[in-house]
């Protein structure tokens, strides 16, 4: 059963912005944390954005300030807001949330979505 859901990726020129969108399956509430991580071809996955329960949020350096991870509770989303776009932001981006739950962490991933970057 898929629980995470991932849109809006594409191609984007350098310097422009895309905005990625995670659908949530699962209660709100139930979730430690959220975050969005990235993996570029030959490279290892790599967190880029974060949120914890309480609205706290942590960005890998090379996106502070280019990058805005955001939620609706109301719509049980997750959202990417990538600004200055570059090369190097090239990847597959995989929305992801753990769930803590009788003492168990559990973490859910979602398929995917790719951007490209021309320059």
């Known amino acids: 059963q898929v629980q995470l859901v991932e849109s809006g990726g594409g191609l984007v020129q350098a310097g422009g912005s895309l905005r990625l969108s995670c659908e949530i399956r699962?209660?709100?509430?139930?979730?430690?944390?959220m975050g969005w991580y990235r993996q570029a071809p030959g490279k290892q996955r790599e967190l880029v954005a974060a949120?914890?329960?309480?609205?706290?949020?942590t960005y890998k350096d090379s996106v502070k300030g280019r990058f805005t991870i955001a939620r609706d509770n109301t719509k049980n989303m997750l959202y990417l807001k990538m600004n200055s776009v570059n090369p190097e932001d090239a990847a597959v981006y995989y929305c992801?949330?753990?769930?803590?739950?009788?003492?168990?962490?559990?973490?859910?991933w979602g398929q995917g979505t790719q951007v490209a970057v021309s320059s």
């Open positions: 992801h949330v753990d769930r803590l739950l009788v003492g168990w962490t559990y973490d859910y």
């Open positions: 699962l209660s709100m509430h139930s979730l430690n944390s």
């Open positions: 949120m914890s329960s309480g609205g706290a949020t």
